[in-house]
């Protein structure tokens, strides 16, 4: 029998508990690849469910409903096989599973165990890992179903499977096989990070090489649930090298990608297709994605957006900018409108811009020319509504109202936060009726730089549907407004790339700059790393970057990161859900957790 299969891998956009999205996207999957002939289809895991389910695993009925679906994907099976992910429920305990369904038939189900528990993964909240070397049979409708660690023969090859985290921990399921396999399928759900791309395509070829097999590996895509992006790599590797790698980040319902391999000869085709070039451009798709698909599967109407002119607001119009424009080339007018469920009013990216993103500079007193004319001309230049209006009035009443209450004048001298912070939280109301007003989602513009240390005030420039660059440093967030402006075309950028980054909320005589208020952004970018990312104590931290700054500026430094750090815990817990772009976030929901009341390093501060 000639043992040359064409081989498939599809990454799928999928929504928790959106049955039909759900459903609709794995059935397209099928069909496209029977058009293909394909002969072996591997999509992604927990596809039938969505990934990102949480705490709806613990609930029987979700099992129930998704044995249900499954029933309904192995009538779809006929001249193909599939692996497809769902929970399974056996004797009270929970599994995270991938059937493969041949020719209308369930031949097996796989169950991982190595269950996803660090950064932003709680799997073993909601599932129960399988014994390694143990098989059982699993009922479906009186049938019974090899269950558990098990190897599969179909058309003359030997399939092993892991899912997902089973790969990236030791003492794998595929080194405790007893026959040798000639594919291993991955069915996986694996996040964005920066550069994470990499890693997965160097564990493919390795993996093929070890197991001297052919492995497949098929991601989730898009922003699924709200935190996490899911960049739809489909890798497939043969005895140490890649012959197939597909486009990733795209804004499609589903992306396959196909090899036929010959696994006598090692003569196989390569279907590879081109890599971002680095984190900058990385940032433009996944952000992009994660705002599109947010706003369609929140049903919202657009976005709207406080736009001060300054860096982090003009980065959120740009993406969003970015994410309509690529959304358009790549699945135009009709499609869209059909993701967003609402007529479209114009053709071009500006004019959809005009309808999807409203814009709005408010200024007060202590408001300058400059970054007026940047938001000004940001918002034209891409097509964007722009309003603007002076919040004075309402500041002025404010003020007056305390003092009358409080029997005294406030002053710069006496009151420099209180004064601060009651312009940005006068921005809110009318910002949020806007928002209401259009039914748009309201973009918060904190970043993480701002997050590690309270730079941000609550219920001010926080306050928003989600945070979109909450996930990302200041630092960052600087180059890419330069990168976006010279190689994404965004020429409306040239102000504010010219502007030293400032909150505006002091007198224009006060000089206010945002390094001035805290410290170096790349400084504090590079505390913390070490602090956070690398969990270093104060004394860790001075150690490992002494070598860069002056003995004395760092340790005030530190010592200002970590005081401001412990203080604030309590800000980061309110902020808008914001999306994981690094290898790290501070975002307590997904990531770090930590104590909203604590002892504030202080022991720790002294000894350095």
Known sequence: MSRKLKLAGACLNQTPIDWENNLLNIKSAIDEAKSEGVDILCLPELCITGYGCEDLFLSEWLHESALDKLKEIVL????????????????????????????????????????????????????????????????????????????????????????CEDAWQPDRPCEHLNTKVDLILNPSASHFAFGKSTFREELVIKSSHQF?????????????????????DVLIGQKGRLIGRNHRLWFHDYRLLTVEVDFDNDTSSENIKPHYSDRKEEFAHAAGLALFDYCRKSRSKGFVLSLSGGADSSTIAALVSFAIRTALDQLGKAELERKFGFELTGDT?????????????????????????????????IGATFYNWTIDDGVNHYQSTIEGAIGRKLTWE??????????????????????????????????????????????????????????????????WLKYAEKELGFSGLKEVNALTPTAELRPEDHHQTDEDDLMPYEVLMKIEREAILKGKSPKQVYEALKGEYTSEYLKNWIRKFYQLWTRNQWKRERFAPS???????????SWYRFPILSGGYREELSNI
């Open 76 to 163: 779809l099976t006929t001249d193909i096989a599939v692996t497809v992910g769902l929970p399974v429920r056996i004797d009270g305990k929970n599994h995270n599973t991938t059937a493969f369904i041949a020719d209308g038939e369930i031949k097996g189900i796989y169950a991982k165990q190595k269950l996803a528990n660090d950064g932003v993964h709680y799997e073993p909240r909601w599932f129960t890992p399988w014994p390694s070397g143990k098989t059982e049979t699993f009922k479906i409708d009186g049938e019974a179903i090899p269950f558990g660690h098990i190897t599969l023969a179909h058309k003359g090859i030997e399939i092993g499977f892991e899912i």
């Open 212 to 232: 001297d097999c052919v492995y497949l590996y098929a991601n989730l895509l898009g922003n699924e649930s709200g935190r996490m992006i899911y960049d739809g």
């Open 349 to 381: 990216a500006k004019e959809i811009t005009q309808q999807l993103l409203t814009t709005a500079y408010q200024a007060t007193k202590n408001s300058s020319e400059a970054t007026f004319t940047s938001a000004k001309n940001l918002a034209e230049s």
């Open 414 to 479: 006496q009151d420099d936060i209180t004064l601060q912070n009651i312009q940005a939280r006068s921005r809110v109301p009318i910002i949020w009726m806007l928002a209401n007003l259009e039914n748009k989602l309201l973009l918060a513009t904190s970043n993480r730089s701002e997050g590690d240390v309270g730079y941000a005030t609550m219920d001010g420039d926080t306050s928003g549907s989600i945070s979109p660059i909450a996930g990302v440093d200041k630092h960052f967030i600087l180059q």
């Open 579 to 589: 999306f994981h772009f690094d290898d790290f976030n501070i975002d307590p929901r």
